[in-house]
Every structure is written in structure tokens, then in C-alpha cells.
């Protein structure tokens, strides 16, 4: 039962990924014994139906949006993130036992805690494969994201801390940044 419990979380975190990047309920997870041949039947019928309404993959096309692959690049990146990792690890031990503080942790809360950590881990990763390809200023990130210039800083003084990326020189008075290989 632990293993279905960490896999449905896993299962979550992914979810609320693909929600992100646009490719919302093209995951679906359903326990099924291998006793129950026609429920496991309806289950596939009704996802498959669910698929074929949504309509072709965007991964599937041909002439694929480069800046969709950089959504999806910065997913795996964040699935693959131990901040991220850590959340999903502990969840179950926060939301069922008291923290070192003798409270419980209610899902709602944890839930909204781990969407804010997604959605900022997803732009961190994006500002990261960003200038992995070349030096950037924030500015530049800016205009690149649809976020305002204050919060690509702050997601650039993150990275700067967490050494992955640095100040590559500077363009009149704009700072570049860089990705650090790691």
C-alpha cells in the first residue's frame, strides 16, 4: 500500500505539472484490480473518449512550438527537482502526523504550499534552460515570461544562491546572467 500511496502522489505532482504547461487531463490514474475485467474495460473506454474529445497531443505534431518544448523541458526539470522531491516525499508524514510543532498540517493548505513550490520551481527552471542557450538580463527574461521584471529578479537571486546560475558580465546597466553547468 505505501507504494500505491507514493506513486499516487507522484501521480499528483505530475498532474498539476501538465496542468501548467497546458496538457490538462491527459493523465488519469484509477486503481483497478485484475479481478475487475469490465470495470478496468469502462475505465479504458471512458479515457480513451476523454482523449480523442481533447484532440491530437501537441507533442505529436510536426512543427512543434519551440517554446512548448521549453514548457515541457522546464516540467521534467522540476519533476526531477529536490525541493520538489521533498514535498512529495513528505506529504503523507505532514498531512497524517503533527510537525515538530504538535500540529497537523491540513491538505488544503499543504496543497496550496506545494502548487506555490510548483509554479515557482516551473519558472526557475524556465529562467535556467533560458540561459543555459545564452546570458540574459532580467529584463530580457522578462519580456521572454510573462511575469514582471521584480519577480524574474527574485528568481534569479534564488538560482544565483543556489549557485546554478551567475553574473556574466554586464551590458551598459543591465547585469547578464548565465547558467552554470551542473
Known amino acids: 500500500l ?3 500511496y507514493e506513486a499516487e502522489l507522484k501521480f499528483k505532482m505530475l498532474k498539476k505539472l501538465l496542468n ?3 496538457l490538462k487531463d491527459r493523465l488519469h ?3 483497478v484490480s485484475a479481478s475487475e475485467g469490465l470495470r478496468f474495460a469502462q475505465v479504458v473506454k471512458e479515457f480513451v473518449e476523454k ?4 484532440g491530437p497531443s501537441p507533442l505529436r505534431k510536426k512543427d512543434i512550438e519551440p517554446q512548448f518544448l521549453e514548457k515541457i523541458q522546464a516540467i521534467e526539470e522540476v519533476a526531477k527537482n529536490y525541493r ?3 514535498f512529495v516525499a513528505r506529504e503523507r508524514n505532514l498531512i497524517e502526523n503533527e510537525n515538530v510543532y504538535g500540529k497537523k498540517i491540513l491538505i ?3 496543497d496550496a504550499l506545494f502548487d506555490n513550490a510548483l509554479r515557482a520551481e516551473y519558472i526557475r527552471s524556465q529562467i535556467y534552460l533560458l540561459l543555459k542557450k545564452k546570458p540574459m538580463s532580467v529584463k530580457n527574461l522578462s519580456n521572454y515570461l510573462p511575469l514582471e521584471s521584480n519577480q524574474v529578479l527574485n528568481h534569479v537571486l534564488v538560482l544565483k544562491q543556489r549557485g546554478l546560475i551567475a553574473l556574466e558580465n554586464i551590458d551598459g546597466l543591465s ?5 552554470l553547468q551542473v
Not at 482523449?51 to 481533447?54: R, T, Y
Not at 547585469?175 to 547558467?179: E, F, K, Q, S
Open 175 to 179: 547585469p547578464l546572467y548565465t547558467a
Open 2 to 4: 505505501d507504494g500505491n
Open 29 to 31: 490514474l484509477e486503481w
Open 51 to 54: 482523449i480523442k474529445a481533447l
Open 20 to 22: 501548467i504547461v497546458g
Open 84 to 86: 520538489i522531491r521533498g
Open 108 to 110: 488544503e493548505n499543504f
